[in-house]
């Protein structure tokens, strides 16, 4: 199923790794604004292509949050030429597809079989340029039940389930474009109609805000006449900027949510720049002291000793507000602020050695490495690095070993700082 993106890993960028000297690169802009990046690596028994947009759930209107996954979904339900739905298209090459939303970028993905390359690039050619005319107002109100559906389960039923959007939403201002469920609320899908559908369409998906991935085994010259063939036609238009997001402002705040959950959690976040050295200092600091291991500072002082149950540290890579994230479980028995005021003391008192950092950086090196054999997340990451400015063969690993014990020293000093905090609480028991 189409999915909302979301931070759910420790790592950065794990989605690409050292440049493999199987791949050849070929980096070209078509006419129309469709920048192309193939990356041919014969080794590989697949194909990935990976078309993204610069437009999310930042994006939608004030007034129809959801937006944006809405027509994420939409693009799966069928086309002009080929009106199947996109699954059952797949099912029958042997493919993998699917498609996510985050807050600025959502992409659509394929991987199969290298002789089905022609289709898929087909399909998304279709996605780009003969979808909105074959939409009905019966189809967009099939999907928006489908969506309905989802965002029951993922944000009202679970009972952490809102938990990810408010510390998502901690210490902007209203109106904030990040202050709104990626998903949409109840009210803001059901008033969704073909014509909004249209409209959004028109301001936002176009060639010149689009890149297309290609990435394993085919045949270079074979795939940019291809691409040229089905994408060239469509219609082009402007590559601007998408427009500045301000970040939060550094300073404490808690919210508190009442949930059936039997121990308390705590999420805490601290607002950080969102370029990528700042990233890989956040990935290497949330090894070398979050880790679930004997050693190391928040299992050994928090979790052996009962203060809390795990830790999950990641950073929420967001343009102009990334977040770096811990949230922990509180221990059976104990006070939510007592553990909050023994994670200060551990950050207050914590001290890091080279050792320390050559440890994180091993264990981040084999992480990206593992990233590297998935195909479909290796072009995916490509894009990442096409997003952040960065050359798409970006070798992240020689990254990792940019990143000094002073720049962990500097992170350690951001958690110090003011924080966002959400506290979870159990519901209290009803009585009989």
Not at 332 to 356: H, K, W, Y
Request: no cysteine; charged share 20%.
């Amino acid at each position: 199923m189409p999915a909302l993106l979301l931070p759910v890993a420790l790592v950065f960028a794990a989605s690409a790794a050292a440049p493999d000297a199987e791949t050849t690169w070929y980096d070209f802009t078509l006419a129309n604004g469709l920048r192309v990046v193939l990356a041919h690596d014969p080794s590989l028994p697949t194909v990935t292509t990976n078309l993204t947009f610069d437009v999310g759930s930042g994006q939608d209107p004030a007034d129809r949050a959801g937006l944006a996954h809405i027509y994420e979904h939409l693009v799966f339900q069928g086309s002009v030429h080929v009106p199947e739905h996109r699954f059952v298209v797949a099912d029958r090459l042997g493919a993998v597809v699917n498609g996510s939303t985050g807050l600025d970028m959502t992409n659509y993905y394929f991987t199969a079989p290298p002789e089905h390359l022609p289709e898929m690039l087909y399909l998304l050619s279709e996605a780009l340029g003969w979808l909105v005319p074959w939409l009905t107002e019966e189809v967009v109100q099939a999907e928006l039940d489908v969506i309905q559906n989802e965002r029951l389960q993922r944000y009202v039923t679970p009972p952490l389930g809102p938990v990810l959007p408010a510390v998502g939403e901690a210490g902007l201002p209203e109106g904030h474009p990040y202050a709104r469920l990626g998903i949409g609320t109840e009210e803001s899908i059901n008033r969704t109609t073909l014509a909004d559908v249209q409209t959004f369409f028109a301001d936002w998906y176009h060639p010149g805000r689009a890149t297309l991935v290609v990435y394993g085994a085919f045949d270079p010259r074979e795939t940019r006449r291809l691409i040229r063939s089905y994408f060239g036609p469509v219609p082009g238009g402007p590559a601007e900027a998408l427009p500045p997001i301000a970040p939060a402002a550094v300073a404490h705040s808690q919210q508190v949510l009442t949930r059936p959950v039997g121990d308390p959690l705590i999420a805490l976040s601290w607002t950080i720049p969102d370029d990528p050295h700042t990233a890989a200092v956040a990935s290497v600091l949330g090894l070398a002291v979050f880790s679930p291991y004997d050693g190391v500072p928040f299992h050994d002082v928090l979790v052996r000793q009962g203060w809390s149950t795990d830790a999950s540290f990641f950073n929420w890579d967001r343009r102009g507000d990334s977040r770096l994230v811990l949230m922990t479980n509180v221990g059976r028995g104990r006070d939510p602020a007592a553990v909050s005021a023994r994670i200060d003391q551990l950050f207050n008192e914590l001290v890091l050695t080279e050792a320390d950092l050559a440890a994180a950086v091993a264990r981040q090196t084999l992480q990206l490495a593992m990233g590297e054999r998935d195909p479909t997340t290796r072009a995916i990451g490509i894009q990442s690095a096409l997003a952040a400015g960065l050359p798409p063969d970006h070798d992240y690993i020689a990254q990792l070993g940019q990143v000094t014990l002073a720049d962990l020293e500097a992170m350690v000093a951001v958690l110090r700082r003011p924080r966002h905090e959400v506290l979870v609480l159990p519901q209290p028991e009803e009585a009989p």
